[in-house]
């Protein structure tokens, strides 16, 4: 399986292989999947920061509401390369194939990897460089990159939890991670079917008919004393 660069776009499509089992629900959480690079390729996060041409495994370590952190491992899983602190991102529409994004770079540099959205999902994982670098690369491509101040190559697992995360202008301005990342579209309000007060007591028709039954005995009473 291998990447396709798109044109102008740094954007990479890829036939993936997932190790789809019979216990695949049981690791779906974690959303594994395995892609080759044809080309070598920078990653944020704690770790080694350019990785070669090859075959390696994503995985998704851990997820909360607003942050996940992802593991690339070597192809046979021994080995952890980087761990990537990253926040969703939601698209339109999904697709069949994985679907990688990378930032554009100068001429004969690696491209930087931006964000992971697996087959048939909408929800992705958009990734968080150190500050000074995600400056860097805002700066190459004019638009704002998700960053973090915390030095992730010093960062345990459990501080990328709580790190702080921003989004960065080529001009060092800090704004929103709404300028980024696509939040999923709000759940629509639900519909609340009101129910009209009772405005009546069906005491007085029940009263209504027991008088009415009482007059109709009398009535027969009457009748039957004429007839004797």
Not at 25 to 44: I, M
Not at 47 to 65: I, R
Not at 187 to 204: E, N
Request: proline share 8%.
């Amino acid at each position: 399986m291998t990447f396709a660069k798109g044109l102008g776009t740094g954007l990479f499509l890829a036939t993936l292989c997932f190790l789809i089992a019979p216990k695949a629900k049981a690791d779906e959480w974690n959303q594994k999947a395995t892609l080759t690079f044809s080309e070598p390729f920078e990653v944020p996060g704690v770790g080694q920061h350019l990785l070669p041409a090859g075959t390696y495994v994503f995985k998704l370590m851990d997820s909360s509401s607003d942050r996940h952190t992802v593991q690339i491992f070597n192809q046979s899983e021994t080995h952890v390369f980087t761990t990537i602190l990253a926040i969703p991102d939601y698209r339109l529409t999904a697709t069949n194939n994985m679907v990688v994004t990378f930032r554009e770079a100068p001429a004969g540099t690696p491209q930087s990897l931006k964000a992971w959205f697996n087959p048939g999902r909408k929800m992705g994982y958009h990734f968080v460089y150190e500050r000074p670098r995600a400056i860097e690369l805002a700066k190459e491509n004019n638009e704002a990159v998700l960053s973090t101040p915390v030095v992730l190559a010093d960062a345990p697992v459990e501080t990328l939890k709580s790190a702080p995360i921003e989004a960065v202008t080529p001009s060092g301005e800090t704004v929103e991670t709404a300028q980024v990342v696509e939040a999923p579209p709000a759940a629509p309000a639900p519909v609340l079917v009101a129910s009209l007060p009772k405005t009546a007591s069906r005491l007085p028709l029940i009263g209504l008919l027991g008088l009415l039954s009482l007059f109709a005995g009398f009535g027969l009473l009457g009748i039957s004393k004429l007839k004797a």
